[in-house]
């Protein structure tokens, strides 16, 4: 089976790329900007049909404009990263055979209800990265019924820096820590959304299936639990001062999201998501965040 990554220099795609490179069978072909701009989609389909895959054959799309401030300022760039190219792209994926897996986004949803989002409930993004990150789930969806969104939230690892690096690194160089109480979500880690995503991979072990083993569809995935950023940043300092990091405080004061005078964007307050669809389908239960982020720390470098 042939996977190919696109994205595969930013945070999860790349750790798709280190970790399924030890799949037995499975040849993995890690696409940058260089062979594949979704910038101009005309040009993403061809760069993409240059590359040899087909039935049985997964796509996997990490890449997208995802500075959320960002695409408040180039509405245009943002509908080509995230919907136009990720369209055509699924429609090339469609003709020949091979599921396109789609990374989606909690910002799909304006964060106005009191329990985590199942894939049911009715998106109304807020930004314009979240109205662009919709249109691309709808274009891929519609292009084949193989074809799968999975949408994350509050992605960290260790190939890219994210909020809990920069809280940590801050840390070490003073004793104050501030961050947002009232914005609430789910993290996903890198490293578990490897093993997990590789459920897609699967295919049916009835014999002359072409069917995948997931049916396509919507799914989110992430760490269990919920927490505010101000919770996972005062757990991340805990966690790095256990596994002998120097940080020089603890603590993390509490900020109210209103207060965030550089955000251009409009963020929704609550995005945690319900993943027993996923559980539902595949018997795995996502590890709570706690636990993920202590694993990550337990090797962190500054
Ligand atoms: N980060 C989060 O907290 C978060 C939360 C929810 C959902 N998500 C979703 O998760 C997915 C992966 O996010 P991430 O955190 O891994 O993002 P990331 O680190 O910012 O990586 C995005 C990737 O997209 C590539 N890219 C950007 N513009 C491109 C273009 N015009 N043509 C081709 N490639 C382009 C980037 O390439 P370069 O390396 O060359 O810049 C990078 O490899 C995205 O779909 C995002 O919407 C992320």
């Known amino acids: 089976m042939k996977v190919l990554i696109l994205g595969s220099n930013g945070r999860l795609g790349s750790s798709l790329v280190r970790r399924w490179a030890t799949l037995p069978d499975t040849e993995v072909i890690a696409l940058t900007r260089t062979q594949v701009d979704l910038s101009d989609p005309e040009k993403a389909e061809a760069g993409l049909s240059t590359f040899a895959f087909g039935a049985g054959d997964v796509v996997v799309n990490c890449a997208a404009a995802t500075d959320v401030d960002g695409c408040e300022h180039d509405h245009d760039l943002a509908r080509q990263i995230n919907a136009e190219s990720p369209g055509r ?149 805990k966690c790095a001062k256990r596994h002998g990091i120097p940080v020089l405080t603890t603590t993390v004061a509490p900020l109210k999201l209103s207060d965030m005078k550089a955000f251009i964007a409009v963020r929704p307050p609550r995005t945690p998501l319900d993943t027993a669809k996923f559980t539902r389908a595949t018997g795995i239960t996502p590890r709570p965040w706690k636990e993920a982020v202590d694993d990550y720390f337990s090797t962190w470098k500054p």
């Not at 919507?218 to 760490?223: D, M, R, S, T, V």
């Open 89 to 237: 792209i699924a429609r090339l994926c469609a003709e020949r055979g091979a599921r396109l897996v789609h990374i989606g986004t909690d910002y799909v949803f304006d964060g106005e209800l009191d329990r985590p989002y199942t894939e049911e409930d009715v998106p109304n993004p807020l930004s314009h990265y979240g109205v662009t990150k919709l249109e691309g789930d709808r274009a891929v969806l519609a292009a084949s019924p193989l074809h799968a969104v999975v949408r994350i939230s509050w992605v960290f690892g260790p190939d890219k820096p994210s909020f809990v690096d920069a809280i940590v690194r801050r840390a070490l160089i003073s004793s104050e820590a501030a961050a947002v109480h009232d914005k609430t979500s789910s993290p996903s880690y890198t490293e578990d959304m490897a093993l997990w995503l590789a459920e897609f991979l699967k295919p049916m072990e009835s014999e002359g299936a072409s069917e995948p083993l997931l049916p396509g569809g919507i799914y989110h995935l992430c760490n269990s639990g919920t927490c505010s950023w101000r919770d996972y940043g005062e757990y991340a300092l």
